[in-house]
């Protein structure tokens, strides 16, 4: 996971011919080995104009695994050594006592988001409802990440599970929400809590509550980024096509890592129509922020 992947060649060339914008919705500093610097070379590689930068904080993080402190306080370092290319976010964890007032005085700052919202706690927790209502009144969208336990590691879960996210959606229906993870993009397909690996490669079946939920509330977005969101595209082909075809205008374009393997999906083999790609790689992202 660490090793610095190149930018696809003939996708750089392909993006510097159409002059195409594209805002990357997922994305760390100082995470695998990049720091600000790096990350800028890797959005000029890529032809990312610019990146919302997340933090991940948990009060529980030395009992989780995989988990990596990622601060407010590197974030906006990053975004004021590059005010114009990062755009800075902060999703303190709820259960702080504190956490109404550190997030209305980073907001005070210049933040634009909240998130990455990453807690081992269920995603209707109430603490966390609060601070969805807060975010409706300051005006943040809120980017989650959601991970269900699973048999090969049980502990390895965070703001489980679909239906709360439902009763979330309906009670803070004025907080846009923007949805990442393999715990939400596995539901793409009807058979999900049937399916016990991370990544399901099976044809999508009928049924898939994302899609359900996308249909249903205005409220809810979706990000692509990382492998989840990929495999989720491209473990059916003809299905991930139609996907992004119906639903495009809710659809976010993210990496969550330092490769081209998402834009080589969208720009290769002319799969879709400029109003989609400008759509997914840049006009979504630009109407849930204001600069």
């Known amino acids: 996971m660490n090793k610095d992947y190149n930018v696809n060649t003939k996708i750089k060339d392909k993006i510097a011919s159409t002059e195409r914008k594209i805002i990357d919705c997922h994305q ?90 990453k807690v081992r706690i269920r995603i209707d927790n109430p603490d966390s409802i609060r601070i969805y209502n807060l975010c409706s009144e300051l005006k943040l969208p809120v980017l989650f990440h959601m991970d269900v336990s699973l048999p090969t590691n049980p502990r390895f879960w965070y703001n489980m599970d679909m239906d709360g996210l439902e009763k979330v959606l309906k009670e803070c229906h004025k907080t846009t929400f923007i949805a990442h993870g393999p715990g939400w993009w596995r539901y793409i397909s009807g058979d999900a809590e049937k399916v016990k690996e991370y990544y399901p490669k099976d044809d999508v079946k009928e049924g898939g509550k994302v899609i359900k939920l996308l249909e249903k509330y205005p409220n809810l977005y979706g990000d692509i980024s990382a492998y989840s969101g990929l495999n989720a595209l491209t473990r059916d082909e003809e299905f991930g096509v139609d996907f992004i075809n119906k639903f495009y205008k809710k659809l976010l374009y993210g990496t969550d890592y330092h490769d081209s393997k998402h834009l080589e999906y969208f720009l290769k083999g002319n799969k879709f129509s400029d109003k989609v790609l400008d759509s997914i790689l840049w006009n979504n992202a630009e109407t849930l922020i204001k600069y």
């Open 28 to 117: 760390h500093v100082n995470f695998h080995g990049y720091d600000a610097d790096k990350l800028i070379n890797h959005m000029n590689n890529l032809g990312a104009e610019k990146s919302w930068l997340l933090t991940w904080e948990s009060i529980d993080g030395s009992l989780e695994p995989r988990y990596q402190h990622l601060s407010i306080e590197d974030v906006w370092m990053a975004h004021e050594k590059y005010p114009d290319r990062f755009i800075p976010f902060y999703a303190p964890d709820p259960r702080r006592e504190d956490v109404e007032e550190r997030l209305k005085k980073w907001v005070k700052k210049g933040i634009k988001g909240y998130g990455e919202h």
